[in-house]
């Protein structure tokens, strides 16, 4: 029997929860190739011990993963990247080259993190950081490929959300792990099978440019699912490639209506999203009440107007940064 935990599709691969903030907010994916194993995301340090757990399930020991998989260093992510690296001896971590350096020295990751958030909630969410060691992370370049037992897993460069981030192919299910580049699609909000799906444009890399290519790039391949890691498997990617676009755009519209509110703009802005997107979900169908809507999408909103209004407030050095 499975834990609640664990939801497993074909292939060998699984989503287990991060249980980061709520239940089915994060996955951390799971790919299980002739007893070999690829975790791709973290979720936090706290997620670690079910990740432990899951894979004793499974009867899979800690010293058969063979690679931990980093789509992005955000640390809802990579947060828990240390932890792995200390409990899977035989692990290597595979991140993409901006973000190798952040996972081997982690103070300028942890400093940024903790002026959005305090120490005290930085703690509380996220744990420790540790740093790894240097000789055990691979940088996965654009097109690169890693061998997990046989099976071919390719690294395409996919900024947008950020400029550290990779998607991943794996040709085997002929599906993409899409991290943060595709947008995010709570199971909750799912209409007779059809997912939601909205872009998440948090701080400080926020592109919409790169994020129409990045988009165009992953459907170039023709997937049949993509593994969001918040909350994983969604198909009819046709469909949601085009509603991801007009969103994208749409994001984008409201912050340049935004732009002149001074000190209002994050409510201004939270606003405009919070209508844009229960519009929306209204033509989706959703029938939960308004308050569980809100409640669901409450930190996405959030977390998107502040990266639209850094987006707003840096067109030029929007690219220096991690
Ligand atoms: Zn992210």
């Known amino acids: 029997m499975s834990l609640p935990l664990v939801t497993d599709y074909e292939h060998g691969i699984s989503a287990i929860d991060a249980q980061f903030h709520r239940p089915k907010r994060a996955a951390i994916h799971l790919l299980v190739e002739k007893g070999m194993a690829a975790l791709i995301d973290t979720g936090t340090s706290f997620s670690i011990p079910g990740v432990i757990e899951s894979l004793k399930q499974k009867n899979i020991s800690t010293e058969d993963v063979a690679y931990v998989i980093l789509t992005h260093i955000h640390l809802d992510h ?7 690296m200390r409990l899977f001896p035989n692990a290597k971590l595979v991140v993409h080259p901006r973000g190798a350096g952040h996972m081997a020295n982690p103070v300028r990751l942890v400093a940024g993190a903790m ?9 509380r969410v996220y744990g420790e950081i540790h740093p790894i060691d240097a000789s055990r992370i691979i940088e996965a370049p654009d097109e690169s490929r890693i061998d997990l037992n046989g099976r071919s897993l390719l690294f395409l460069d996919t900024p947008g959300h950020a400029r550290h981030h990779n998607c991943i192919y794996d040709e085997r299910s002929r599906s993409f792990f899409t991290g943060d580049t595709f947008g995010v699609s709570y199971r909750e909000l799912d209409v007779n099978g059809l997912e939601f799906v909205f872009p998440t444009t948090s701080p400080v890399q926020f592109d919409p440019d790169a994020a129409h290519v990045s988009i165009d790039l992953i ?3 023709k997937p049949h699912y993509a593994y969001l890691t918040h909350y994983s498997r ?8 085009e509603s991801m676009h007009k969103l994208v755009d749409a994001h984008v519209d409201i912050a340049q209506q935004a732009k002149d509110a001074g000190a209002d703009k994050q409510l201004v802005i939270s606003e405009a999203l919070k209508s844009l997107l229960m519009q929306k979900l209204s033509k989706h169908g959703c029938q939960l009440p308004q308050a569980e809507i809100n409640e669901l999408l409450r930190s ?9 209004i850094y987006w707003l407030e840096h067109p030029t050095d929007r690219f220096k940064k991690i």
């Open 219 to 221: 459907m170039s391949y």
């Open 234 to 241: 969604i198909g009819h990617l046709p469909y949601h490639a």
């Open 115 to 123: 002026s959005v958030y305090g120490e005290v909630e930085f703690k």
């Open 300 to 308: 996405d909103i959030k977390l998107n107007a502040q990266g639209l």
């Open 78 to 84: 990579a947060g828990g990247a240390g932890e792995c």
